[in-house]
C-alpha cells in the first residue's frame, strides 16, 4: 500500500503496474526453464517448477531467494519502460513462500485458492474505491462493505456505480497466467532474404476464469506434458490444504538472528560489467551504501558485516521483527539490500 501511495498508482488497480509485473514473470520463465508455469495478480506471482526439477539440488532457501531476487532486480531495471515520467521514489520488496506439492491435486487447490483470492480481493477493492472516489473516507466506505457477500457488493457497483463486475477486464479479475510454448522464430536470413526459422521457447500470457479447471489445463499440450493431466475439477478448496498453504516456521525465542546474504553468479556478473579485479572500489561502496539502507530501514538490526559480494546483518536478540518468522526475516534484508542497490546505482 505505501509504494502505490508513493507512486501515485491507479487504484483499485494500476494497469501499467500489472503488465510490468506480468513483464517480470515472463523474464522469469525465460531465464530458468525449469519453471513451467506462473499465475499472478496485483502484487503476488507463483511459480510451478517440474515436478523433478534438480535446481540447485532443490535447496528450499536458495530456489527461493534466487528467484525473487530476479525478480525484484528485474522490476527494478524495467520500472521505466512502464512508468517513463515516474522516478523509483522507494524500493518494492516483494517475499516469498516456497510450498512443495506432493500430487497434482494439491497442486490443482493450489491454484484454485490464489484465483479465488483475486477474485475476493479485486472485487472488495473494486467496491472500496469507488465508494472512496465518490466521496466516503476511507473509513466509511470500509463500515459500508463490512460484512457484505460477494452478490451484495455486486449490486452495489450496480446499483450505485452502473459497473457490471463481469465487464471488468479479465486481468482484474481472473489474475494472468503465463507459461512457455514452442513458437517460430526467424533467427536469420539466407544469401536470398529468406527467413531461416528455428522452434524457439517463448512465454504466453492468458486470462482465463478457472485456470485449475480440467478444461483450462488439460487443453494446454504443454502443460501436460510436463505436470500431467488434472482428474477432476475442484468443487470445495480443502481446509486442510490452505492450512498447509499458509504455514510459517518460526525461530527460536531471544536467540540472535543473523541474516546473510551473497551474490549469485557474482563472477559472471563482475566479468559482464567489467569489474576491476580483484577489487572494484565503486562496487565495494554500492555494497556499503546497500547495507546502511538496510540498517535505516530496519531499527531491530544493531550489526552488519561485509566482505567482496556478501553482507551479514545481526538483528537484536529479543527482536519481534515479523514475529520472528524466518522467511520474511530473510527476504525483507534480501530485497531492500537488492533495491537500494537499483536505486543507488543510478
Known amino acids: 500500500m505505501r509504494f502505490s501511495d508513493i507512486h501515485d498508482l491507479e487504484k483499485p488497480n494500476d494497469e501499467k503496474a500489472l503488465a510490468l509485473m506480468n513483464s517480470c514473470a515472463a523474464a522469469v520463465l525465460e531465464e530458468y526453464p525449469d519453471i513451467v508455469f506462473s499465475y499472478g495478480f496485483n502484487d503476488e506471482y507463483s511459480f510451478v517448477f517440474k515436478r523433478k526439477t534438480k535446481f540447485y539440488q532443490r535447496r528450499a532457501s536458495k530456489i527461493m531467494s534466487l528467484i525473487v531476487s530476479f525478480f525484484s532486480s528485474v522490476y527494478a531495471t524495467k520500472w521505466k519502460?512502464?512508468?517513463?515520467?515516474?522516478?523509483?521514489?522507494?524500493?518494492l520488496s516483494f517475499l516469498a513462500r516456497l510450498l512443495c506439492c506432493a500430487s497434482l491435486e494439491v497442486?490443482?487447490?493450489?491454484?484454485?485458492?490464489?484465483?479465488?483470492?483475486?477474485?475476493?480481493?479485486?472485487?472488495?477493492?473494486?467496491?472500496?474505491?469507488?465508494?472512496?472516489?465518490?466521496?466516503?473516507?476511507?473509513?466509511?466506505?470500509?463500515?459500508?462493505?463490512?460484512?457484505?457477500?460477494?452478490?451484495?457488493?455486486?449490486?452495489?457497483?450496480?446499483?450505485?456505480?452502473?459497473?457490471?463486475?463481469?465487464?471488468?477486464?479479465?486481468?482484474?479479475?481472473?489474475?494472468?497466467?503465463?507459461?512457455?510454448?514452442?513458437?517460430?522464430?526467424?533467427?536469420?536470413?539466407?544469401?536470398?532474404?529468406?527467413?531461416?526459422?528455428?522452434?524457439?521457447?517463448?512465454?504466453?500470457?492468458?486470462?482465463?476464469?478457472?485456470?485449475?479447471?480440467?478444461?483450462?489445463?488439460?487443453?494446454?499440450?504443454?502443460?501436460?506434458?510436463?505436470?500431467?493431466?488434472?482428474?477432476?475439477?475442484?468443487?470445495?478448496?480443502?481446509?486442510?490444504?490452505?492450512?498447509?498453504?499458509?504455514?510459517?516456521?518460526?525461530?527460536?525465542?531471544?536467540?540472535?538472528?543473523?541474516?546473510?546474504i551473497d551474490g549469485c553468479h557474482f563472477h559472471r556478473f563482475s566479468e559482464v560489467h567489467e569489474f576491476e579485479k580483484p577489487n572494484d572500489q565503486q562496487a565495494l561502496n554500492l555494497m556499503n551504501s546497500c547495507a546502511v539502507a538496510v540498517l535505516e530501514e530496519f531499527k531491530d538490526i544493531v550489526f552488519s558485516y561485509g566482505v567482496s559480494d556478501e553482507y551479514s546483518f545481526i538483528l537484536s536478540k529479543d527482536s519481534k521483527f515479523y514475529q520472528r518468522q524466518a522467511r520474511p526475516h530473510q527476504q525483507s534484508v534480501q530485497h531492500m539490500f537488492l533495491d537500494a542497490g537499483q536505486v543507488r546505482k543510478e
Not at 517513463?84 to 522507494?90: D, F, L
Not at 480440467?214 to 490452505?242: C, R, S, T
Open 81 to 91: 519502460e512502464f512508468f517513463p515520467h515516474k522516478e523509483m521514489k522507494c524500493p
Open 107 to 260: 497442486l490443482q487447490a493450489y491454484l484454485a485458492w490464489r484465483q479465488n483470492e483475486c477474485h475476493i480481493r479485486n472485487l472488495h477493492n473494486t467496491c472500496l474505491w469507488m465508494l472512496i472516489k465518490s466521496g466516503k473516507s476511507a473509513k466509511e466506505a470500509v463500515e459500508v462493505l463490512q460484512g457484505t457477500q460477494k452478490q451484495e457488493k455486486n449490486e452495489l457497483l450496480f446499483q450505485q456505480f452502473g459497473i457490471n463486475y463481469r465487464m471488468l477486464p479479465e486481468i482484474f479479475r481472473q489474475g494472468s497466467c503465463i507459461f512457455m510454448m514452442q513458437a517460430e522464430d526467424v533467427v536469420k536470413y539466407d544469401e536470398h532474404g529468406n527467413p531461416i526459422k528455428r522452434m524457439r521457447r517463448r512465454p504466453r500470457m492468458i486470462h482465463n476464469e478457472h485456470i485449475a479447471g480440467q478444461n483450462f489445463w488439460n487443453g494446454q499440450q504443454y502443460l501436460l506434458m510436463e505436470l500431467g493431466p488434472f482428474e477432476n475439477d475442484i468443487k470445495k478448496i480443502k481446509a486442510a490444504y490452505v492450512r498447509s498453504f499458509l504455514f510459517e516456521n518460526k525461530l527460536m525465542p531471544s536467540t540472535w538472528i543473523v541474516i546473510r
